[in-house]
Structure formats: structure tokens, C-alpha cells
């Protein structure tokens, strides 16, 4: 099934100045198509091998990685991952659809969210869609739903625990707090008793999951969580007696490296770590599931934004451009959370390499803080180019602030053969007026003057 994805001849950042010239040639962005976003095609089938080279487990365990689908909630690329062996990783009904639509198999589905309802539940047990259940009061539901099946469950079931190892560097990001809104907390008093006996109780729970990092989690700490969880697992297996948890769902949240090209800490760092801190992980006696998001896509990515004007205020230059919070929302608010990188092309699309001058780059959201970039040094920006936000092929194209009514911008998948030429698909059209207005209320434009109380 995976494609053997033949190895781009051009490197990394020679197909992505191709795709940027080739974008502006066929007016894909540009002064009529003031944002785009760009993935690399074969960036994402090489970024896939060198996962799923990283995992391998002895005797050939499975090993199943998932894609964390909010991390880039568009239907060709969950397709494309799909073609490469990676299943969906889904939070919520919309974005369950998305991975069937993009026909991600049910076995390849793990449904995650901290809030199922009883219906979204009752659909990924009738499915064979994996569920960890995230509290007790949800594994009381799938009780009801187990017993409602007369008992036949053909859906993976397990639990969701918090190792509560602790926090990185961003606190939204940190999902193995002391306090974290996700898992049982294994550490607070009667908990780890509590989930052995769930499991004692329960015969048809075979799996653990923890997500123990994101972004600004040391990679030691997300180790360390995965080593609680799986010495929890060779406890709840010796007191049944048997191989009752058969699968680890070991989370996604590799770091990403926002700073330069160089993809650190890589795949195989991690997976070396783990092996190094949970040796019996790799064993071939547990099953693995993996839910990688960020770090599967984000250098693989790019928003291209045309530079409408330069300008200088109180001796601060500042280049507004069109790519602002609302397709750069993080970046805008917590800046020094999520810096990006910041490329400076010319009118044609070719890089441009003349000295740098320190400038702001600021967004087009009607706020003073919209700026994707503060004093940064880049050559001096003019109206009519672009600039280039790196690094944001995962979250960027697909968390989208509505803010200003701005539009979702068009996104477009590339690959550039040996000779150069690139070929661009389209992968979402940019949101039109029309379909602003549409989710703006204008078919209801009276609604609210037609209103009034009875009298
Ligand atoms: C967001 C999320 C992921 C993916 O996290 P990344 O940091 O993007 O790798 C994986 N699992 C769960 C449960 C998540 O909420």
C-alpha cells in the first residue's frame, strides 16, 4: 500500500524556491492571490519513511502510526498520509469524516477527545474505531454501550492516563501536568489502584494511551511519561495473568525545530531514547500506535504572502503583508512561543539576497499587534513581494481566526522533478466572498429586525 516515493532529486530547500517561483508564475499567489499555502509532497512521503524506519519493533510487532488530524485537517493530505501506511488520530465528529472521507480504514482510526458523547462513542464502538476512554464517567458510558452489544466488542478499548511527569516550556502545550484536563491522573491518591481495577473489572480493555508532550516538552520527559505507562501496563498484565494489554498508544508531540532547516530532534533520536528508557517497549510483545502531528508535516509546509506595502512609523519599518493572525494565529499572540522563520522574495518569486535591514512584518488584521515577525533581518521588503512563513506546514493551513471575515487561503501540494519543473494540486480552494457571506448569516440578513416579543 505505502508508494515506494521515489527520492526527490532537489533538496528540501531548492524544491520549495521552485515551488515558490512556479506559484507566483501561474499567479497561484500574488497581488489577485495574496496567500497561499504550500506543501511538499514528497517532504511528507520521506518525513513518513523516516518514521516508520525509526519504529520498528523486534518479531515485527505492529506498529501503527497515526496522524494527528488537527494538526492539518485537510482531506488530501490525510489521504496522502493514508497511502503511506499513517491512519487518523480524530478529536471531535468533523474531524472523524474527514479521515473517512479521505478513506482512512477504521482499523487505522484512534478517536481521542476529552469530551465524546455518548452518540460519537456509540458510532466508533459500532465502527471498530479505537477509544481510550479519557475518565471514569466516560468509561461508565462505554459500559452502557459494551452491555447495549450484548457484550460484542469489536472496537479497541483502553484508557487514557496522565503519567504526570510534568510541564515544558509551554504551558498549553503540556498535556502531563500534576493538574492536566486530559487522562487519569496516575499519581493522585487511588488512581493507579482505580485503573487496575477498570481493568480487572473489564476483560475487553486492552490498550493504555498517554500524549505526554507537544511542543516545548523535553523529549526526556515524553520518555519518561511512556516508561510509567508501560510499567503500568506489566502491572495490569501479571494481575491478569495474561497478555490482557496488547497495545500502547504512545502519543504524538516530537518537538519541532521552528529555528533553522534542520529537522532535530529527529525520529530516530526519539525512538532511540525510548528504547534506551523503556527497553521492553520494543519487545514485539505490545502492539504500538503512534500519533504524530506537528513533527510529520510542519517542515514540509509554507504560507506565501504577497507584501502589499512598506512603510516606516517612528522610524520602525514595518512591511504589511497578508499573512497575519489569521492563518498565523499562535505566532501573532504567544510570539515568543511560536516564532517563524521568515523568507524575503522578490515580484517573480526568486529569493531575495541583498543585505539585511531589521523590519517588522506585520499582518492584515485591523489590530497593532498583528506581526508574524518583530525586528527581524531580512533584505529590504518592497510592495509587490512575497515573504515566505516557514516551517508551518502543520496547524498553520488549517487553524484558521476568523477574524476581519478574512478568508481561508487556497492550499496547494507540489513536487519538482529532476529538471526542475514543478507541479502543483490543488488541495483546498481559498475561501471565497460568497462563502464568507454564507457562514456570515447573510441568508438570514432580517432575522434579528423581524424579531419581537409577543404583546
Ligand atoms: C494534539 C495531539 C497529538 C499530536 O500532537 P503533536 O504535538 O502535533 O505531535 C497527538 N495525540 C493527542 C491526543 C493530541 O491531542
Not at 450484548?150 to 503540556?174: D, E, F, K, W, Y
Not at 505566532?331 to 522578490?346: C, H, K, M, Y
Request: charge should be negative; aromatic fraction near 6%; hydrophobic fraction near 45%.
Amino acid at each position: 500500500m505505502a508508494s515506494d516515493g521515489a527520492t526527490a532529486a532537489l533538496d528540501p530547500v531548492a524544491r520549495r524556491e521552485a515551488a515558490v517561483r512556479a506559484a507566483v508564475e501561474q499567479g497561484l499567489v500574488g497581488p489577485d492571490a495574496p496567500v497561499l499555502g504550500l506543501l511538499d509532497v514528497d517532504g511528507v512521503r520521506a518525513t513518513v519513511r523516516e518514521l516508520r524506519e525509526a519504529f520498528t519493533t523486534e518479531g515485527g510487532g505492529t506498529v501503527l502510526h497515526t496522524f494527528a488530524v488537527k494538526a492539518a485537517s485537510l482531506v488530501p493530505v490525510l489521504a496522502l498520509l493514508n497511502e503511506e501506511g499513517v491512519g487518523a488520530e480524530v478529536a471531535s465528529p468533523g474531524e472523524l469524516e474527514l479521515a473517512r472521507a479521505a478513506g482512512v480504514p477504521a482499523d487505522r482510526i484512534v478517536f481521542d477527545s476529552p469530551a465524546k458523547t455518548v452518540a460519537e462513542l456509540r458510532d466508533a464502538l459500532a465502527h471498530g474505531i479505537a477509544v481510550n476512554a479519557d475518565n471514569a464517567q466516560e468509561l461508565e458510558r462505554i459500559d452502557a454501550l459494551v452491555a447495549e452489544a450484548g457484550g460484542q466488542v469489536v472496537a479497541p478499548l483502553g484508557i487514557r492516563v496522565n503519567p504526570q511527569v510534568g510541564t515544558g516550556s509551554i504551558g498549553a502545550m503540556s498535556t502531563a501536568t500534576a493538574t492536566s484536563k486530559f487522562g487519569v491522573a496516575l499519581r493522585d491518591e487511588g488512581a493507579e489502584q482505580w485503573v487496575l481495577d477498570a481493568f480487572r473489572a473489564r476483560p475487553w480493555l486492552t490498550r493504555l494511551h498517554t500524549h505526554t508532550g507537544s511542543q516545548g516538552v523535553p523529549l526526556e520527559l515524553m520518555a519518561e511519561g511512556v516508561r510509567v505507562v508501560y510499567e503500568l501496563a506489566e502491572k495490569i498484565n501479571a494481575q491478569a495473568g495474561r497478555q490482557q494489554i496488547d497495545t500502547l498508544d504512545i502519543g504524538g508531540g516530537l518537538p519541532v525545530n521552528f529555528a533553522s532547516e534542520e529537522v532535530t530532534p529527529s525520529y530516530a533520536e526519539y525512538a532511540e531514547l525510548l528504547r534506551r528508557t523503556v527497553p521492553g517497549l520494543f519487545d514485539g510483545r505490545y502492539a504500538l500506535v503512534t500519533e504524530f502531528g506537528r513533527s510529520l508535516l510542519a517542515k514540509q509546509g509554507l504560507i506565501a504572502a504577497h507584501v502589499e506595502y512598506t512603510k516606516t512609523s517612528g522610524g520602525r519599518r514595518i512591511a504589511v503583508t497578508h499573512a497575519g493572525a489569521q492563518v498565523a494565529t499562535r505566532t501573532v499572540f504567544v510570539p515568543e512561543s511560536w516564532p517563524l522563520r521568515v523568507g524575503a522574495f522578490d515580484a517573480l518569486g526568486r529569493p531575495k539576497t541583498a543585505p539585511g535591514l531589521v523590519q517588522d512584518v506585520a499582518g492584515p488584521c485591523c489590530f497593532a499587534g498583528d506581526l508574524v515577525a518583530r525586528g527581524r533581518e531580512l533584505p529590504e521588503l518592497a510592495s509587490g513581494d512575497l515573504v515566505a512563513l516557514y516551517d508551518t506546514g502543520a496547524y498553520y493551513f488549517s487553524t484558521h481566526f476568523h477574524y476581519n471575515s478574512l478568508p481561508r487561503p487556497a492550499v496547494a501540494g507540489y513536487v519538482v522533478d529532476d529538471a526542475g519543473k514543478v507541479s502543483f494540486a490543488q488541495v483546498r480552494a481559498a475561501q471565497t466572498v460568497a462563502e464568507v457571506l454564507a457562514e456570515s448569516g447573510a441568508g438570514q440578513a432580517t432575522a434579528l429586525t423581524e424579531l419581537r416579543s409577543e404583546r
